[in-house]
């Protein structure tokens, strides 16, 4: 996994920090850039599509992937499993795009190892108790998963020193710039520009 083209962005954020809400713009206006599909056990929500924002399968499934070591990392969480499938990370990074994970932070953990030039950026609420308001207002989940959601975010928040970059949701405009920045800058670093520079010099 160590030679790819494109570039490998990990984002954790406590559930209900806005994450889906910054990722989907990210991916909708940058180019080259897509999101990654997730295989997960957790049923579909209204409006949710199958290989759309996850591949939904049942737990034999699941089972059958992790034996055949088809995933790169996965986690369970909330009750349900969630995992990177290996193939399809491959082939989207073989075609030379970036692609988002937005996975927790224990399966950041493992797909820093795996990935160890990842990328990993971290999204935190501006406070507790504006992460509640959030989730609250979002009205996904029922009030023992709100419960569930905010006791995990302490755990998930504790994490965030294994990350490279920390963006605050405070100001949504400022944290999607911030965002937009760390890809633009991620995109022109030295070893992922190596091939053109050199070819600029060959006029010479
Ligand atoms: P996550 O994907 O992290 O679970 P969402 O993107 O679903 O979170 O956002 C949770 C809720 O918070 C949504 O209702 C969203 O519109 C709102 N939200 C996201 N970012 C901000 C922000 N910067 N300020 C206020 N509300 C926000
Ligand atoms: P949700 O059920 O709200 O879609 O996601 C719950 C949590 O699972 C989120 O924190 C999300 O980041 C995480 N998640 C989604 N897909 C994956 C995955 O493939 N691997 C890991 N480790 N976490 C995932």
């Known amino acids: 996994m160590r030679t790819h083209p494109g ?16 990722a989907n713009r990210l991916v909708a206006s940058l180019d080259n850039f897509i999101f990654s599909i ?21 737990d034999a499934t699941f089972d059958q992937m992790v034996n055949e070591d088809g995933f790169i ?7 349900n499993r969630y995992g990177t499938g290996r193939k399809w990370l491959q082939g989207v990074l073989d075609s030379g795009k970036d ?3 937005d996975i927790e932070t224990t399966g950041a953990m493992n797909l ?29 989940d029922s009030e023992t998963q709100i419960q569930e ?13 294994a990350y490279d970059f920390l963006v605050v949701n405070d100001d949504l405009e400022t ?24 070819a600029i010099l060959k006029g010479f």
Not at 132 to 137: F, S
Not at 149 to 161: G, I, N, S, T
């Open 73 to 79: 990392e996965w986690v369970q969480v909330y009750g």
């Open 149 to 161: 959601r905010m006791k995990y975010a302490r755990h998930e928040l504790e994490l965030y020193h």
């Open 112 to 140: 820093r190892r795996a990935i160890p030039d990842a990328v990993m950026i971290f999204i935190l609420p501006p406070s507790a108790v504006e992460l509640e308001r959030r989730l609250r207002g979002r009205g996904k």
């Open 175 to 198: 944290a999607y710039r911030q965002m937009e920045s760390i890809v633009w800058a991620t995109r022109v670093r030295r070893e992922r520009m190596v091939g053109r520079a050199q």
């Open 99 to 101: 692609v988002l994970l």
């Open 38 to 58: 997730s295989t997960t056990t957790r049923p579909a929500r209204p409006g949710e599509l199958n290989g759309k924002e996850y591949f939904f399968v049942d």
């Open 7 to 22: 570039n490998v962005f990990v984002i954790s954020a406590p559930s209900g920090t806005g994450k889906s809400t910054l």
